[in-house]
């Protein structure tokens, strides 16, 4: 599997490979993320968002589990699912949620944090993105990227 590896030093240089990155997207995508807390899931999602002119704040649903918001890609409407796995600890957290209804939704991008608590419900990911932060440069994030399962 090819990994696209990336080191960003700030903020901006994060989002702005988000941003890139989200050329590549289509509907029905989905992305998994993973990476410690504070490693910048969250940020890369917004570059993501960005790109699509999302115009809510971009959080991360930690508390909520799942945010939607609206973007275009052309002159079409969006709907873009991010989803926050942090809290789930079982299969059933995940039905309850509606998970699989939200990550098989056809006319959707789906961008997934702590997609390790997926629990292998989703058969096929697009994208894997690892974020690394170094922690002696706070603003310092290695990026790696690869496609499919």
Known sequence: MEIETVTTKSEDETLAVAEKFAENLRRGDVVFFFGDLGSGKT???KGVCRFFGVEEIVTSPTFTIINQYAGKLGDDSLTIFHIDLYRIKTKEELAEIGFEECIYSPDSI?????????????????????????????????IEISKGN
């Open 43 to 45: 940020e890369f999602i």
């Open 110 to 142: 789906k961008l997934v944090e702590w997609a390790e608590n997926s629990h292998d419900l989703v058969k096929f990911v697009n994208y894997r993105v690892q974020i690394r932060s170094d922690f002696e440069n706070l603003n310092e994030r290695l």
